[in-house]
């Protein structure tokens, strides 16, 4: 360790704003020092990354320090960043997880090829991280089979029991353009498609006599169906609630705002004649980026489960919503999303926060004796 990179680590608890450790790494790395960086953050892991609630001087330090390795393009900020993250975080999931959505912004295929050629121990990295970089690419619409390396492990067998391997290498129709983050080394900024698309408010006044309905909601149908809102309940302030019911006849879409009231949904709750709530028709692709958008970005107060994750979350939920098989293949659960009639929708009760953070969305089955429902709000 140099007497730089030690003084820095030992004074670091010290610092009341930490920017000129941010400029001397800066500098270093537009010197051509690129090592420095990844020096610094192995010794700063070393002394405070082990801590439960390490001090804020290091999360500040190391993020920027990731960030100037992975923002900045070339090969070689590739292996120090890698090498940085093998080496500070050994094990880390969420770690890899963020690493890769980083280096999948931040780098081209080919400069990120060495993270799946091996043989350097400067490039080491992990399976997780490799897996989530090859979804990270995906999410981007980048062509895995371009590159040789990447193409050779994304496609080897030895890895088809990762959760990922259930993933498509190639965007679906569903999956359209995805809401990614933008990174930068001073941060990120996220789109937020959250909330039911522009439509008029649901008519609860006098209808057709609603069919008989059934619950028929499962423990296994839950937990797959907040998939892509769990991050928002176990990291944030946020709340869910789901549903299945069978009804003893087909549903028309002018009574559905009905039945969904009478559905004793606590997020209903107070809804009626004189108090209407907003529902409107939507694509699949609306539901699957709203899905993504809070898996991958997360609540008021997380930074959710990054794209490869996210991605599958919001494929979870979306498999259980439109009654799909969970051992379906993606091309099956497809199918039957797309079969599905949408619905999302939002109400002024108690239960929604109605800050930034709030999901309202309603799938019927084809034959409309089915329908489920997911709700979901967050709040700072």
Request: with cysteine; aromatic share 8%.
């Amino acid at each position: 360790m140099s007497d730089r990179i030690q003084k820095i680590v030992t004074r670091l608890p010290e610092l009341k704003s930490v920017t000129k450790v941010w400029d001397t790494a800066e500098r270093k790395l537009g010197q051509g020092d690129i090592a420095f960086v990844a020096d610094l953050g192995i010794a700063l892991a070393g002394r405070y990354g082990s801590s439960a609630a390490p001090i804020w001087q290091y999360r500040s330090v190391f993020d920027r320090l990731l960030r100037l390795l992975t923002m900045t393009s070339g090969q070689e900020h590739v292996e120090q960043a890698l090498r940085l993250v093998s080496e500070a975080s050994p094990g880390n999931r969420k770690m890899a997880r963020y690493a890769a959505s980083l280096l999948a912004d931040g780098q081209t295929p080919k400069d990120l090829a060495i993270a799946f050629a091996g043989g350097s121990s400067r490039a080491t990295a992990s399976e997780e991280l490799r897996a989530c970089l090859v979804h990270e690419l995906v999410l981007r619409d980048i062509t895995i089979t371009e590159s040789s390396a990447i193409k050779a492990w994304a496609t080897s067998p030895h890895w088809r029991h990762h959760p990922l391997a259930w993933l498509p290498l190639k965007l679906s129709v569903i999956e359209g353009t995805p809401p990614l983050p933008s990174y930068s080394v001073g941060g990120a900024s996220y789109s937020m498609p959250y909330g039911p698309q522009d439509g008029p408010g649901a008519t609860l006044g006098s209808v057709t006599p609603l069919p008989q309905v059934t619950e028929t909601t499962t423990e296994e149908f839950s937990e797959a169906a907040t998939a892509a809102v769990a991050n928002w309940e176990e990291e944030s302030n946020g709340r869910s609630e789901v549903g299945t019911y069978v009804l003893a006849e087909p549903i028309e879409a002018e009574i559905l705002p009905a039945l969904l009231a009478a559905l004793g949904l606590e997020c209903l709750s107070g809804v009626g004649p004189r108090k209407r709530f907003a529902l409107s028709a939507c694509r699949p692709e609306h539901v699957w980026r709203m899905l993504f958008a809070a898996a991958s970005t997360g609540g008021a107060y997380n930074n959710g489960v990054y794209g490869a994750y996210g991605r599958l979350a919001a494929w979870h939920s979306l498999t259980a919503l439109s009654g799909a098989s969970m051992t379906a293949s993606v091309g099956e659960v497809q199918r039957n999303i797309q079969e599905c009639d949408w619905y999302s929708f939002g109400a002024a009760t108690k239960w929604f926060e109605r800050v930034a953070w709030d999901i309202g969305l309603v799938s019927v089955t084809p034959g409309a004796r089915r329908i489920a429902v997911l709700a979901a709000t967050d709040t700072d």
